[in-house]
């Protein structure tokens, strides 16, 4: 305990470092307060003695006895607020008294080290976070993009992808957000990708046109798994906007259907045969082939293109295409196998971009169905044995 006599000695005192005790003791006392009004009053008066203390070491004392006060006066972290900066950063990060809005007309011409400050205080409002992401420093964008529970309106999103898409760095920090629209995901997918096929060591690993096809199918996955769950969520803007794009192409129809991508599919034909959603799905489900064929004109597609997305939506129906690898392989090889048919083998030029997905297909996915089978079988029996070829005689050659 020190008695009031021994404070104002120390509050007089020639040191700083007696001051700076004052001073810290007085802002403690004020925050635990719990006596009389006169007595709170006094105390209040000494802290606001303090601020024009000459000294940094006093001022600094005071602002870390009321630093984590959530009852602290304002006026004198205000005050604080525009002191020395390592005082002034301090009071910003880690006061909970100081409100958003106190913090909101700094941010314009602080420095960096308090945009930082700042960035790392626990809460954080949305005006506070894009006043902090409008001053485009990177250090403090990668710290509140890492920030899930800052909310982020769609279009700072956009402004952010707009200026930093190839900034490998602030593209993994967006891409592990939740709240980041998926239009905007898809254009982060696509320059992740495009950074993928210039790195050296994967140009150096894959030939040109195999890493082409890789990255495509990628390319489709992204396109169609958004979309699924955007259309999951009722959100059928994403297909209207892939279509503007003209990101739905006859491979990406495919592609939605053979990996059950059901729901992208249906919104995607909603939209460019302008039918109610409901309507298409019910079709998908069970409508007759000439009431599916008429529904995929309307949508604009050629008689070919129609008839062999037709074809592929009759074969999935009988298929879980969602879960079952082996299935999808079914289909494709089946929906190949009638394509050569048809077309006794002469496939239209309008289907050749469709059979070369399916033909891509058809090996990827005899590769996933394959994998694990042979293992498997013997695991279940081991009292099979590979056949043996009988040895065939060798020739033996005359010497030269």
Do not use: W
Not at 30 to 39: L, T
Not at 145 to 150: G, Y
């Amino acid at each position: 305990m020190v008695a009031y006599a021994d404070f104002v000695a120390l509050s007089g005192s020639s040191g700083s470092d007696a001051r700076g005790q004052a001073a810290h003791l007085a802002a403690q006392a004020y925050s635990f307060h719990s006596g009389p009004a006169d007595e709170q009053a006094a105390l209040y008066a000494a802290l606001i003695g303090f601020l024009d203390d000459p000294s940094v070491r006093v001022r600094a004392a005071l602002a870390y006895g009321l630093l984590h006060a959530p009852a602290a006066p304002r006026p004198i972290l205000l005050a604080l607020l525009h002191d020395s900066p390592i005082i002034s950063r301090a009071i910003a990060q880690y006061s909970p008294a100081v409100l958003d809005a106190d913090l909101l007309p700094l941010v314009p011409d602080a420095d960096l080290a308090m945009l930082l400050a700042i960035a790392e205080r626990p809460a954080i409002g949305p005006r506070l976070a894009e006043a902090l992401i409008r001053r485009d420093q990177r250090p403090v964008l990668a710290r509140l993009l890492a920030r899930r529970e800052v909310r982020l309106s769609a279009q700072v999103f956009e402004d952010i992808v707009e200026k930093h898409a190839d900034d490998a760095g602030l593209r993994g920090h967006l891409l592990d957000r939740n709240d980041l629209p998926a239009s905007l995901r898809l254009i982060l997918i696509d320059r992740s990708v495009a950074a993928i096929a210039r790195t050296r060591i994967v140009c150096g690993a894959i030939a040109p046109r195999r890493l082409e096809r890789l990255l495509g199918q990628l390319r489709d996955a992204a396109l169609t798994s958004l979309g699924e769950a955007e259309a999951g969520a009722g959100r059928a803007p994403y297909a209207v906007e892939a279509i503007e794009q003209n990101r739905v192409s006859t491979r990406v129809m495919l592609h939605a259907v053979i990996h059950g991508r059901v729901l992208f599919f249906a919104d995607c034909l909603a939209a460019l045969a302008e039918s109610p959603r409901t309507k298409v799905f019910s079709i998908l489900e069970s409508g007759s082939r000439p009431v599916l064929l008429a529904l995929l004109r309307r949508a604009g597609l050629s008689p070919n293109v129609a008839n062999l997305l037709a074809r592929l939506v009759f074969l999935a129906r009988t298929a879980d295409l969602a879960d079952d690898v082996a299935a999808r392989h079914y289909v494709v090889t089946a929906l190949t196998e009638e394509l050569i048919v048809d077309h006794a083998g002469d496939i239209p030029a309008e289907l050749d971009a469709a059979f070369t997905y399916l033909s891509e297909q058809n090996v990827v996915l005899a590769r996933a169905a394959a994998r694990g089978v042979l293992a498997s079988f013997a695991a279940e029996d081991g009292a099979h044995v590979l056949p043996v070829l009988p040895a065939e005689p060798r020739m033996a050659l005359p010497a030269a």
